[in-house]
Every structure is written in C-alpha cells, then in structure tokens.
C-alpha cells in the first residue's frame, strides 16, 4: 500500500527565514499532490495543489516543487510569520480516484 | 468552513453504543467524506459518497456504515463503538474528483468522539 512521509513531526524557523517542509512517498503514483494547512481544532484549509506534469507552482508566498522520479514535494513559505505557525498535510490523489491520501503533517512553528 | 457543519461538535460515549454523527453541506458539493484523524496516522478516508445513495468503502470502514439520502446530509454511524473509535471525525465536501478537477476538499470542523 502507499506510504507517504512527512521530514519531520515539527520545524521550528526564525521568523523572516524561508520554511521548507518535505512529503515523500512510497508505492504510489499520484496524478496530483495537494498541501492543507490545519490550525489547533479546526479541519484542514486547502493551499495548493501541483500535478505531476508541472515542476513548480507558487501562491503569494508559497512554493510547491513536485519531483516525480524522487517521489518527493517540497513545500516553501518564504519570509515567514508567526502567523503561519500550524500544521501542514500533504495528500495524494490519482485520476479517477474519488479519495485522497494523506501525510501525517509537519508541525510548522515561527519563532517571533 | 465553507458552509459544513458538523454535529455534535463533542461526544463522549461508552463501548456498545450506536453513535451517529452529521455532516451538513449547503454548497451542493456532489462528493461527501468522513475521515478521522489520529496521532501518527494523519487523515484515513472511512466512506465517501459521490452521490444521493452512493457511497462505498474507504481505507478504514470496518465498523462503520454510511447513508446519504439528501445532496446536503451525510451520516456517519459507529454500530457499536468501541474504544478504537475514539477520534477527533472531519466531513469533508469537494465539487470534483481527480478526473477532470483537482478533488480539492473542504474540511468541517471535525468531531471528537471519546469512546469509554
């Protein structure tokens, strides 16, 4: 069955300083690869989503990276802020698949 | 959260008894989810709906049964919990799937369910 790993249960950045944040993945080929944000309490918010035939895509200060020969996606938040401290998901989905597979998150702290 | 709600937001229960638990949309979405979330496992798919009446199994189903009798309803129903299916549950909504759109959810704000 798939795997998919997330580098790290939690990052701690200095505020101003570029967070990158890692998803691998094992025994899957998705079509497209999404990453949510979740907050303490409430459901996961969509940020992005990248699809295999594209390298980059980037929204404000997000950038996603998608390598399917590493089988890995990268995820950037360029000058951070506190405010973007919370969690982040990495899901998988394939072509004529109705579900998603998630990550099991990277804990994303901005230090002031 | 995108016109879901969920109920009850907290539940505590003892193991045996049946448990249902709601998702309400207003945004018309055609596909439905129940996920739940634990520590080290991150979001498993338990049923999903792709239509009124049509659902089927996601990766964790034993235990569970769904029903979707309206576009904008989707219940969830533990038979008879057991301290297994103690879990914070999300509803989630999306318009399309991964054929022609991007299968982009909306989460509700989840359920925690506490099983004794």
């Known amino acids: 069955s798939q795997k998919i790993e997330q580098n790290s249960e939690a990052l701690n950045i200095q505020e101003g300083k570029t967070a990158t944040l890692t998803c691998n993945y094992t025994n899957y080929s998705p079509a497209y690869l999404q990453w949510y944000r979740q907050d303490p309490g409430r459901g996961p918010v969509f940020l992005l989503l990248?699809?295999?035939?594209?390298k980059e895509k980037r929204k404000e200060r997000l950038k996603v990276t998608f390598d399917t020969t590493l089988k890995q996606s990268l995820f950037h938040i360029t000058a951070s802020q506190p405010a973007d401290s919370a969690t982040y998901l990495c899901a998988l989905g394939n072509t004529g698949a109705n579900n998603l597979f998630f990550g099991t998150g990277t804990r994303l702290t901005v230090i002031p | 959260d995108a016109g879901i709600t969920q109920s009850p937001r907290h539940k505590v229960t003892e193991t045996g008894t049946p448990v249902t638990l709601r998702c309400h949309q207003t945004?018309?979405?055609?596909?439905m989810y129940w996920y739940r979330q634990d520590p080290g496992h991150g979001l498993r798919l338990i049923h999903y709906s792709y239509g009124v009446k049509d659902t089927d199994k996601g990766e964790v189903s034993d235990g569970y049964s769904v029903s979707r009798s309206k576009t904008e309803d989707f219940l969830l129903t533990l038979e008879s919990a057991t301290s297994s299916q103690t879990s914070v549950y999300f509803c989630?909504?999306?318009?399309?799937?991964?054929?022609?759109?991007?299968?982009?959810?909306?989460f509700g704000p989840g359920t925690r369910l506490t099983v004794l």
């Open positions: 989630a909504i999306s318009e399309s799937r991964g054929t022609s759109g991007s299968n982009e959810q909306f």
């Open positions: 990248i699809r295999e035939n594209e």
């Open positions: 945004e018309n979405h055609r596909y």
